[in-house]
């Protein structure tokens, strides 16, 4: 049983002539009108949706697909809001198709997914199909930012609302199988020193100067923690200095400066732990300049590493079905994160899974690959019919 590419492409060009600029971005318009989209595509199959307003204009859509009485459920999970569109050399929305590529803002990340999901739902519905094992397909917000979309259905996870057996999350992974990635801890880090005129520098502390040292000890703790907490399918952990604010004037020296850390967790480790670490080093140094102290702010983003097991019965069936129409595709892990992670945190086993290349999210000419749409929906489409529910309760933490 096969998905209808064309119809695959269809829905595909639909969702992305759909602006949905996260609304934390310059030019963001919010999810809505694609949810409204989504809505109307379950409402046209007669399936039943739930839909989770999280904010004004700002909604998840979760769509319910029945399987027979007490056969579990499989989450498929995609979001629906893009990065920003300034700087693209294309029409963001204009879905055209040339060379087997559809190309548009969020084509590869992640409408493909969505489509794919979409349009294998739809191939069952149609054919009058009732699968082994109920299916909920989730349109979510907000996955570029702040995770509020998958981040209220775990909370329903967690408090017995909703139960899943295992979830595949729709990222651009070129139809490799994500099993582990890593997470993130983002803070800031201040030098506080004191200003005084530029021509007279010994009266004052000097914290720009004064922050070379904080950034001098992340180096060293990088090169020495770092490597030994390697994880075999994500890495070692990292940490990057992403911003640097300092300065009022150039004849001023600066009372104060901060940095940015993001720095990435690996399975196994905690993001408060490895901020808590971090705070109580950082702010025990000796500054490199005298009257300067260093202050690290509190996490103003925390996401988790996650990891599923290979024999995992969706990893299995995931696995199956996709060497089955793309042979000689991966297992691996990923150094970015997802909503996987949120879904793992709350005891659902997830796979990141989808069509299109990460290398071409977020660019100027966003595109993705046609063939692999379809052959994205195809496996999906046989990972449904052939899922079986997980035996026993779900270990949720």
């Known amino acids: 049983m096969h998905v209808n590419k064309d119809r695959v492409v269809e829905v595909l060009g639909q969702l992305v002539s759909i602006p949905s600029v996260n609304p934390g971005f310059p030019g963001g318009t919010g999810e809505e009108a694609v949810a409204d989209y989504v809505s109307r595509f379950f409402m046209r199959l007669g399936l039943e949706r739930i839909e989770q307003e999280?904010?004004?204009?700002?909604?998840?859509?979760?769509?319910?697909?029945?399987?027979?009485?007490?056969?579990?459920?499989?989450?498929?999970?995609?979001?629906?809001?893009?990065?920003?569109?300034?700087?693209?050399?294309?029409?963001?929305?204009?879905?055209?198709?040339?060379?087997g590529r559809l190309y548009g803002r969020g084509a590869c990340d992640t409408k493909a997914s969505l489509a794919a999901m979409l349009a294998a739902v739809e191939t069952l519905v149609l054919r009058g199909i009732v699968p082994p094992v109920a299916?909920?397909?989730?349109?979510?917000?907000?996955?570029?930012?702040?995770?509020?979309?998958?981040?209220a259905i775990a909370d329903e996870i967690k408090g017995g609302r909703l139960r899943y057996d295992a979830a595949i999350v729709g990222e651009p992974t070129q139809l490799d199988l994500i099993v582990a990635h890593k997470g993130c801890v983002r803070f800031h880090i201040d030098a506080e020193g004191?200003?005084?005129?530029?021509?007279?520098?010994?009266?004052?502390?000097?914290?720009?100067?004064?922050?070379?040292?904080?950034?001098a000890y992340l180096q060293r703790e990088a090169e020495l923690h770092y490597a030994p907490a390697a994880h075999p399918l994500v890495g070692p952990p990292t940490h990057c200095v992403s911003m640097i604010q300092g300065g009022v004037a150039p004849n001023t020296v600066p009372g104060s400066c901060r940095i940015t850390i993001d720095r990435r967790t690996v399975p196994g480790e905690e993001p408060m732990e490895v901020w808590g670490q971090l705070k109580e080093r950082v702010e025990s140094l000796e500054p490199s300049v005298s009257g300067v102290r260093y202050v690290v702010r509190e996490p103003f983003l925390i996401d988790y590493a996650m990891e599923v097991a290979l024999d995992e019965p969706i990893v299995d069936c995931l696995r199956h079905s996709r060497d089955a129409r793309a042979p000689g595709r991966r297992t691996i892990g990923a150094t970015y994160g997802s909503d996987a992670s949120k879904l793992v945190r709350v005891g659902v086993p997830a796979v990141v899974f989808g069509p299109g290349n990460l290398e071409q999210a977020?660019?100027?000419?966003?595109?993705?690959?046609?063939?692999?749409v379809a052959t994205a929906s195809d496996i999906l489409l046989q990972t449904i019919m052939t899922f079986k529910k997980t035996p026993g309760p779900l270990n949720v933490s």
């Open 54 to 99: 999280l904010e004004r204009g700002r909604r998840n859509v979760i769509g319910i697909l029945p399987g027979p009485a007490g056969s579990g459920t499989l989450l498929l999970e995609a979001h629906m809001d893009t990065v920003q569109t300034e700087g693209m050399t294309i029409d963001p929305f204009g879905a055209a198709i040339r060379n």
């Open 135 to 151: 299916v909920h397909l989730a349109a979510v917000v907000d996955e570029e930012i702040r995770y509020k979309g998958v981040s």
């Open 194 to 215: 004191e200003a005084c005129h530029s021509s007279t520098p010994h009266l004052g502390a000097n914290a720009i100067e004064g922050m070379m040292g904080a950034i």
């Open 362 to 372: 977020h660019t100027k000419d966003e595109w993705v690959d046609l063939d692999e």
